[in-house]
C-alpha cells in the first residue's frame, strides 16, 4: 500500500511539475496573443489584462504596413531553397568524406568540425563590409549563400556519423547490378538517411526561418525583406506600436506553428530516430 502510495505521489507530483513548466513556457506566446487584439493605450496600461473589445484591426494594419504578402514570399524562397541546398550538398560531401577515407577528406572533416567553434558576431562585421563594397549585398540570393556558408559544416558533421553506420555492402551489391555511384547514393543511401535529414531540416528551417540579425545585415530594400526583418516597421526610434507590433508577431508565427503541426510525428520520430542513430 506504501508502494502504491509512493507511485501516486510521484505520478502527480511529475504532472503538476510538468504543467508548471508548460504554463511558464507558453505564458509569453499567450502575453503576445492577447496584446494583438488591445489598443497600444491599452498595452501601456496593463499588458496581461484582456483586451476591451476584441478586435482584428491591429492584423489588418500590421499585414498591410509589413507587405505580409512579399514578405512572407521572400521568406518561402530563402528557407525552401537555403535547407534544400545544405541537405543536398551537406549529404553529398558527407558521404565522399566517409567512403573515401583519405588524409585530405580528414582534413576537409576536420576543417568543417573547426568551423562549427567560429562565432558568426566575430564574421558578421567583415563580410558585410566585404561584400558591401563590391555590391553583392541587398539580394536574396547572396543571403542564401550565406546561409548555406554557416549551415553545411553542422549538417555535413551529423550526416558523417551516420553514414559511418551503413554498411558498405549495400552499397557493392547495387554496383554489381549496375548502378553508378550517384544512384547508389540517391538510391540506397540518401533514404537510409531520412531520420537525419527529418533533423537537420526541422533545425534549419526553424533557424532560417526565425533568423533577424542576418538578413538585418544583408537586406536594405523593403520589397527583399524577410518575415522577422518585416516586424521591425513598429519600433521607430522614439516610439513603438506595441499592439500592431505584437499583431505582427502573431502573424510571423502562424506558418511556422502549422509546419509544426503538419509534421509534428515526422518531427518527433526525426529526432528520436536521429538520436538512437
Request: proline content about 4%; hydrophobic content about 55%; overall charge positive.
Given at each position: ?11 502527480i ?5 510538468c ?22 493605450i491599452?498595452?501601456?496600461?496593463n ?10 484591426d491591429n ?6 504596413t509589413m ?9 518561402l ?9 545544405i ?8 558521404y ?12 576537409i ?9 567560429i562565432?558568426?558576431q ?6 558585410v563590409?566585404i561584400?558591401?563594397?563590391i555590391?553583392?549585398?541587398?539580394s ?12 553545411i ?16 555492402e ?19 543511401v540518401?533514404?537510409m ?18 533568423d ?15 518575415l522577422?526583418?518585416s516586424?521591425?516597421?513598429?519600433f ?23 509546419f509544426?503541426?503538419?509534421?509534428q ?13
Open positions: 500500500m506504501g508502494l502504491k502510495v509512493q507511485k501516486n505521489i510521484t505520478k507530483t511529475t504532472f503538476v511539475l504543467a508548471l513548466m508548460f504554463v511558464l513556457y507558453a505564458f509569453p506566446f499567450l502575453l503576445v496573443l492577447i496584446n494583438s487584439f488591445k489598443t497600444r491599452e498595452v501601456v496600461e499588458p496581461v489584462a484582456l483586451p476591451k473589445t476584441w478586435s482584428f492584423f489588418i494594419e500590421a499585414y498591410k507587405n505580409f504578402g512579399s514578405a512572407l514570399i521572400n521568406s524562397l530563402v528557407t525552401t531553397i537555403s535547407v534544400t541546398v541537405i543536398l550538398c551537406s549529404s553529398m560531401l558527407a565522399y568524406l566517409v567512403r573515401t577515407n583519405s588524409k585530405l577528406s580528414k582534413v572533416f576536420m576543417s568543417l568540425v573547426a568551423s562549427m567553434i562565432p558568426f566575430s564574421l558578421m562585421i567583415p563580410f563590409t561584400f558591401g563594397n555590391g553583392l549585398l541587398n536574396r540570393g547572396m543571403l542564401i549563400y550565406f546561409y548555406l556558408g554557416f549551415g559544416s553542422m549538417a555535413t558533421f551529423m550526416y558523417h556519423g551516420f553514414i559511418k553506420s551503413i554498411p558498405i549495400l552499397e557493392e551489391a547495387a554496383i554489381i547490378d549496375g548502378a553508378s555511384q550517384i544512384q547508389v547514393f540517391f538510391k540506397v540518401f533514404p538517411l531520412s531520420p537525419t535529414t527529418a533533423t537537420i531540416a526541422i533545425l534549419d528551417v526553424l533557424w532560417v526561418w526565425n533577424f540579425l542576418l538578413p538585418s545585415l544583408v537586406l536594405v530594400n523593403d520589397d527583399v525583406r524577410t522577422p526583418l516586424t521591425f516597421y513598429f521607430g526610434k522614439y516610439t513603438a506600436n506595441y499592439s500592431v507590433a505584437m499583431a505582427a508577431l502573431v502573424l510571423v508565427l502562424l506558418p511556422i506553428l502549422i509544426y503541426f503538419i509534421m510525428k515526422k518531427i518527433i520520430a526525426g529526432v528520436a530516430d536521429g538520436a538512437i542513430k
